[in-house]
């Protein structure tokens, strides 16, 4: 009578001890498929009293260290530096829908303290790396625009030409700001950059960004 319960004490004791070799592939597994998630973004929580335009979840003020631990998110790509030793994070992570469009990165932006002051959801067209979507970034700006202005107004609007070792690139932008009653200054930025010689937008991204 006792064999039965020794033989399900082993298999009881073996599939744990393979849980437990396993649980670090787990945990990763589970960490990539977290990375990988997209939600839609909530127009709700980007917006309060304390923090004014923000990403969802991080305050500013927050060091690259803090966004890491509070998002994990690694960010351990550096997309790019400034001459005043502001430097551009991204990674795996931090992913969010705009009418159900998952961004194709985020990058965060510290200044030369290492605090974050701008954080930018990024939709590329290439010819590299095709993406499908429901609709072409000309049609996510324009819609995501028309979402924007029903919840928070109507948006500053800019545009402009610069000329990129001989190619023209054209920007357009729609600013949102708010200034807390502590007197901190922060604005979302929907942007679209288009080369003129082809006729699709190339880039848009939606920034929160804090005046320093």
């Not at 009418?99 to 985020?106: A, I, P, R, V, W």
Request: net charge negative; proline share 3%.
């Amino acid at each position: 009578m006792r064999k039965p319960a020794a033989v399900l004490m082993l298999v009881i004791l073996t599939l744990s001890l393979l849980a437990g070799c396993m649980s670090p592939l787990g945990r990763a597994l589970e960490r990539e498929k977290h990375l990988a998630q997209a939600d839609e973004l909530d127009l709700d929580e980007i917006l309060s009293d304390s923090e004014g335009y923000h990403f969802p979840g991080l305050t500013w003020n927050m060091t690259i260290k803090e966004i890491r631990e509070a998002t994990g998110a690694p960010l351990n790509a550096v997309q790019g530096y400034s001459e005043a030793g502001e430097v551009i994070y991204t990674g795996d992570g931090m992913l969010k829908r705009l009418l159900d469009c998952k961004n194709d990165e985020t990058c965060v932006t510290v200044d030369q303290d290492g605090v974050g002051f701008m954080v930018s959801l990024v939709y590329m067209n290439s010819a590299d790396k095709p993406v499908t979507r429901p609709m072409t970034l000309e049609e996510l700006f324009n819609q995501y625009k028309e979402k924007l202005k029903e919840k928070f107004g109507e948006p500053e609007e800019k545009e402009a030409e610069r000329d990129v070792n001989g190619v023209i690139t054209s920007s357009r932008t729609a600013e949102w700001t708010y200034t807390t009653a502590q007197g901190l200054t922060t604005h979302l930025q929907l942007a679209a950059v288009y080369v003129s010689t082809e006729e699709q937008t190339n880039y848009i991204s939606l920034g929160f960004v804090k005046d320093k």
